[in-house]
């Protein structure tokens, strides 16, 4: 049991103790809100845990002792508590004149659906008056887990004597702060806390403030931390480790990097970025870090990348350490995962949610914010334009493919409340927070939220008290005074906080009357309406740099406005660009006149239009071309026509969608071939100078959609970067590269890499698949990668070799398989015939599967109209085969005449129906016709090149190649 706190009467020593352990039976079992009632708040807490860690022993203790007042009379006092074992509890009136006075005849329970340790009196009466306060004393132990929740360990081997050594750190955020001790466990309830850890001599403790003392006491010793301010009980942390560290002291907040001794000098980067980012966040806001030290410590496990307790963050070590000498890659995403957490010591620590309603205040702020100053810091990196394309992306794409809920959602369930950490609080609320930041004016909006965050620093706020700060920071702004909408800030935030979906602008010019018409709907039909910030970009007026609003379109369906009203000149031929920069979080849909205008500008000049409007209105047309609810297919060509101009690594990106989408939807046409001349014109000159002369400032990974785009489209220069790449991983076992960052780009560089082998290298593959070890992630390499290449014989005896029956190398199991193979289905049209020939084959084997039916229903969806008779026979075999054999299934095998068989590719045929035509006229102009004879030699270069042994290397023999090529042509046909 541990001994009551230093400082603190000795109340064991007179006082009878109430100790009563509690047992599951004992719960109550009337039902309760899984919120705390209000009748009582915590004043202070004592806390101290002891534990053994050094040893290895996962069993800890803890004295919580709590001060409490009694806000409404009330018969019971409520606290979290989970997971906690050997409950004793002292309860104490405390009194006016200093003294206390013991309470008996009480006793607690536990009701653990909701975590709460209740504590009330043996008969039921209203034990705790109004206006009182108590001092509770609560004992108990608990296990530390080797999950991040809670109090955990981590067990480490020591460098020197390579003896086990154990660590542990807490993880309170959002409802674990119960598993460690009992308290108000809400992020509203803040409080000021004194904490000790008892621990091993040899080790050091670390916490939310800096170490007061430490009294040693034999193998232990004790380190006591000077008390917090006000905090809520998902920021208390600490570490128990015999970490080492490194600090530097600026502006009077000392900074320190905490790792094991012999990786602690990997954190210097991490330091001086710390040091830089804590002084531009104070210089930005005006608030000064509120605490005398930060300590930022590499831990082998943590909940995610990083968490941002209150003085002490910590990290997964591999965000954290890096020997930069070693490992020379971008360090942008660790400083801005760094920053991020460096954001939450102002947005969340200083000033937190009332409720985890509003977390998005929390991590919306901390991840936009965390770009920010990451951008002012490093402005080499543009790091804005990498949010556009990572948080802004995920934002946009996740209404498409998702069930959505709004910023502000009430939530209650611990499981409720870990799903409010998602896309919407990090990434949309990020997105709605730059748009209003834009809109209302970087410096206003920045002095508002300095406001609030003064007016409710040490305390928690909800989105009304933020939209105040807002509105009142508006209201003394001589410009933004003068609009009307700068009283109602409450209703345009909360038509974005409190919406699912977000909103599809359209904008139709009346070239007749110098009108223009705003509409806005839903992504999807659900019925919202938002208030959306414009401003306009002119070919008369082409400035993007001002992105304030120019004006709000209110929450209606429709808008219109002389063009005059918007101080907006106009020709019939000019063209106008809403959206400044896509600093607001909506789509822009046009009318074709107007997206013609601009692809005439583009064609121009493409430079006049702001780089992330060009990859916006590429991102825009996306799903319009998806839907096929494009007015005029040619518009899109031609603005796709100008981007062998294009150097932008941001339009490429969100471009290489619509032309993969356009790919497919082209796929086994006439217009095929000369679609994929068209896209090896435009992505010519950007491959070579990423891959070839390497002049492009561009990291392997962001450039990864270009190797795919050029590879897809059979751009020689890419066929060769990718086989060269793949055979000496394959073949040779050479990594690609010791650049983590490169490693999303291995699936893309293996699978364009095999595309076109020639007979030798795919059976040499083959052989080197059989060798290889099962377990390892070469292997899994190889066998993803053998999927993607276009040679019907090869890939139809790879199936044989992965899964068919005879096979002495299967893998996978029967449902494995058959997942397998509607992942490989799904994945590629060019597999398609070749999957309905190998199930032709193979029903007998794959329809014993459990999955089968369930698997072959799927595949169904995506029969095209001009199969459809070779479907319905094979299906029949396969139903007579199954009946025969009493093969039985938890489903149904689809009819030959459902609706389901070919749905899925029913969008990519009325494209077809509804586009082809026009598409293989206009790339007949645009694109010479190849004669025959240049396809071969343009076929025979590829085949040659992907047969070819030489290690590295454009080829250089061309007239050789060329006629060892055309002996080849056949076997790649």
Known sequence: MITPLSGLPLLGAFLVTLAL????????????????????????????????????????SGNATIDVAIRQSTNEIVLHAKNLSDIQINVHQLMDNGGFEIVDNLTHTLHRSAAFLIIHPMENFQAFEAGQRYRLEILYTAIMTTRPAGLYYMDYSEEENNRPAFVAATQSEPTFGRLIFPCYDEPGIKSNFSIKITHGSSYSAISNMPVKEILAHGDLKTTLFHTTP??????????????????????????????????????????????RTVAAFEDYFGISYPLPKLDHVALKKNYGAAMENWGLITYKDTSLLKNTTLDPRNPLWDRITQNHEIAHQWFGNLVSPEWWTYTWMNEGFATYFGYVITDLLYPEYKVMETFVAHEADSAYSYNSFFDVRPMSSYVESEKDIMGVFDIISYKRAACVIRMFHHAFRQKVFVRGISHFLEKYRYSAANELNLFDALQAELQEDEYFSQKSWASRIREIMLSWTHSEWLPILVVKRNYENNTITFSQRSVHSKDELWWIPLNFAT??????????????????????????????????????????????????????????????????????????????????????????????????????KYLELEEDILTWNEVADSIDCLSQNLFGTSSQKHFNEFVRRLVTPIFRRVYVDQTANISLDRGNRILHMACLADLPECLEYTRRLAKEYIINKINLTTDSEYYGTYDTVLCMGVRYLSDRDFHRVIDVLKAADRGSEYYDDMIYALRCTQSHRHLLHYLEVLLGESSSHMILTEPEAMMYILYVFKSSQSTRPVIWQYIDRNYRLVCRSPNFVEDFNQIAEFVPRHQRTHFERLRQTIADYMELEGIKSNHALIKSDSPLVGKKVKITENFQDKFETQIHSWLLGEVPQLTSRSEDLLAASLSAANGSNRPQGILKDATRVVRTALRMIDMYR
Do not use: C
């Open 539 to 640: 070919e008369q007026s082409p400035n993007f740099e001002d992105t304030q609003v120019d004006i709000f379109m209110p929450p209606q369906a429709q808008y219109s406005v002389p063009l005059e009203d918007l101080n907006i000149h106009l020709s019939g031929r000019d063209w106008i660009i809403v959206n400044k920069q896509q600093t607001g979080f909506y789509f822009v849909h046009y009318d074709t006149d107007n997206l013609m205008a601009i692809a005439r500008q583009l064609q121009a000049n493409h430079s006049v239009i702001h780089p992330v409007n060009r990859a916006g209105l590429f991102r825009d047309l996306k799903p319009l071309i998806e839907h096929n609810e494009i007015e005029q297919v040619d518009v899109v060509f031609e603005m796709l």
């Open 21 to 60: 352990v509690v047992s599951a039976s004992s719960v109550p079992q009337r039902h309760r809100s899984l919120r705390l009632p209000n009748e009582t708040y915590p004043l202070f807490y004592n806390l101290h845990i002891s534990s053994d860690i050094h040893k290895g022993v996962l069993l800890f």
């Open 230 to 275: 006000p905090i809520s009980t998902y920021l208390v942390a600490f570490v128990i480790s015999y970490f080492e560290s490194t600090s530097e002291k600026y502006r009077g907040v000392t900074q320190s990097i905490y790792a094991p001794p012999a990786s602690k000098e990997k954190g210097q980067s991490a330091l001086k970025n710390a040091v």
